[in-house]
């Protein structure tokens, strides 16, 4: 049963995720690239919300899967496996979005890395926190 209640939590993960990630990306912007907090927060908020929220909501639920097929082999490594291909997923994903699926929309990513890493280890926090709070959580 502690196996299907991971997927609500991987999906209300999600949320959480969004939020901070958005705090993250306007912080970001304003420390590395100088940027005035009001001339990003609401390109932000229409560009990338429903990206992070999307991106976030995939790598969960994948991750979990992930994780509970590795709990199989291994069950020491179920958790560790489900955040790390949470973290794994968050950056292909991004890298996939931004990139384009053929060469008609290749070119320069509108995110750098660092963001991108910030949003990753935030997922995986946040996940980690959500799956530990399960009656059985998974071995961490």
């Not at 560790?80 to 973290?87: D, K």
């Not at 968050?90 to 320069?108: D, E, H």
């Amino acid at each position: 049963m502690t196996g299907l209640l991971a997927y609500p939590v991987a999906l209300l993960a999600a949320l959480p995720t969004t939020l901070c990630v958005l705090g993250l990306w306007v912080l970001h912007s304003r420390v590395v690239d100088g940027n005035s907090v009001d001339s990003v927060f609401l390109s932000f908020v229409f560009l990338f919300v429903t990206l992070i929220f999307c991106v976030s909501i995939v790598a969960n639920l994948a991750a979990v899967a992930i994780g509970q097929v590795a709990s199989l082999a291994a069950p020491r490594l179920g958790g560790w496996a489900t955040i790390g291909a949470a973290g794994v997923l968050v950056c292909a994903l991004c890298a996939w979005t931004q990139r384009g699926s053929g060469r008609l929309f290749a070119g320069p990513a509108p995110v750098s890395a660092l963001p991108v890493a910030l949003f990753a280890l935030a997922d995986m926090m946040i996940l980690a926190g959500g799956l530990s709070l399960l009656p059985h959580p998974l071995t961490f």
